[in-house]
């Protein structure tokens, strides 16, 4: 077997679930659509991708995904951005994004918690939270 650096078949590389019914997941793709990475694999550790922080029912501080299509978004391109960002992997320790404004669409906003981190969730948005 050929180390895949020496590789001339890119297959690994990425590969499309047309099947798939949450298709398209991520909007924004604009070459082939990788669902290699459907789980990226950056998830705990720092990236440059423009998740929101929210806090799950156990307390823990989670990335929210949404907005981010850098693991899809072409089978080279995605590939080469993952593996890039592997070689030298960094924990991620919650902290919100401050690469640029990663707002989303409101309908995007994960629902919050309450503030003690317990409890079903409550959206600000509906006033019942927010001063
Ligand atoms: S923001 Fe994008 S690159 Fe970062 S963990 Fe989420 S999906 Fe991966």
Redesign the pocket.
């Given at each position: 077997m050929e180390p895949k650096d020496q590789a001339r078949n890119e297959a690994y590389k990425g590969f499309t679930n047309h099947d798939c019914p949450f298709m398209p997941c991520h909007e924004g793709v604009t070459r082939e659509f990788n669902c290699l990475?459907c789980y990226?694999?950056?998830?705990a550790?720092e990236?440059?991708?423009?998740?929101r922080v929210f806090v799950d029912r156990h307390g823990m501080r989670r990335?929210d995904?949404s907005a981010?299509n850098?693991?899809h978004n072409g089978y080279r391109q995605s590939w080469g951005?993952i593996q890039k960002?592997l070689e030298r992997p960094v924990l991620w320790d919650g902290h919100e994004?401050t690469r640029y404004d990663a707002r989303l669409p409101e309908e995007a906003d994960p629902p919050a918690m309450d503030p003690d981190g317990r409890g079903e969730p409550h959206d600000e948005r509906d006033g019942a939270a927010k001063d």
């Open positions: 990475f990226c694999p950056l998830i550790y990236c440059p991708g423009p998740y990335k995904c981010c850098l693991p951005f960002w994004q």
